[in-house]
């Protein structure tokens, strides 16, 4: 049987609300994790979404989170955006690895800024944060609106303390609330060269931040030193409210990394 080496999957809270119980799934070398609160401690739905795209054989994995809010409304706009384009994303991500990040970067503004998504989200109940990642060959790119996160763990980095990629912004949202209708619109990017050996890249809605213990875990999950089912089991034990959902992963990377000169 011929192995399928690309992968795509979409999800949100509206499809399946994960209210009282967490679910870890492995997706080939990825893990999802998705809780949507514990509903004795005042739970009653789950606004967080996820898109996941996978190419082994090209070597990237493409990962977006979101987080709404007053609905899921917002949130399945913009994956089922995003989602609508796949195949533009996997012609941009063929091409050599520069190219394909700079126009990667401008195909996530130009879907934003377009007129027809910005109609689209003045129609839409409530508000986004939202986390785009891609990791190709050598490089971490990602793009930010909100307050999810994203993670990159690596030993060499770690001894420095740094582990945490992007700074949650609060008051950035797209939706009915569009940061993307501003005159100048607010939202982070960035880039980062990993380091040679193994990285763990995790992206991660906030939910978790309700419980010290799985707070305190965190790292242990985004190196995979803990396994999704354990970090869930947390998240019940200590009755957070708030949804959490994450895409967890590593990679090895073989190119030699920058070193100061000596």
């Known amino acids: 049987m011929k192995r399928v080496e690309s992968v795509s999957c979409l999800w949100t809270g509206d499809q399946q609300a994960y209210l009282d119980q967490p679910s870890s799934k492995r997706i080939r070398h990825v893990t999802v994790g998705r809780y949507g609160g514990c509903t004795e401690g005042g739970a009653c739905k789950n606004e967080d979404g996820f898109l996941l795209w996978l190419d082994e054989a090209e070597a990237w994995e493409f990962a977006v989170i979101v987080d709404a809010h007053s609905s899921c409304q917002s949130a399945v706009l913009i994956l089922e955006t995003l989602q609508h384009h796949e195949s533009s994303v996997r012609d941009i991500l063929r091409q050599p690895l520069r190219k394909a990040v700079d126009r990667i970067e401008r195909w996530v503004l130009d879907i934003f800024q377009s007129d027809g998504f910005l109609v689209k989200c003045r129609a839409v109940q409530g ?21 999810c996160q994203l993670f990159l763990f690596h030993d060499e980095l770690e001894s420095w303390g740094q582990n945490s990629m992007n700074q949650r912004n609060f008051y950035e949202w797209i939706g009915q609330v569009n940061t993307f209708e501003q005159a100048v619109p607010s939202y982070s990017l960035g880039r980062r060269q990993l380091r040679t050996g193994r990285s763990g890249i995790m992206v991660m809605t906030d939910g978790y931040l309700e419980a010290e213990g799985c707070v305190s875990a965190m790292p242990d999950l985004g190196r995979g030193q803990m396994s999704g089912d354990e970090f869930l089991a947390r998240l019940v034990r200590h009755r957070t409210v708030d949804s959490t959902t994450f895409i967890r992963w590593s990679v090895h990377n073989a190119h030699p990394a920058a070193l100061p000169s000596s």
């Open 127 to 147: 508000e986004a944060s939202c986390l785009i990642c891609l990791r190709i060959e050598n490089m971490l790119w990602w793009f930010s609106v909100g307050d």
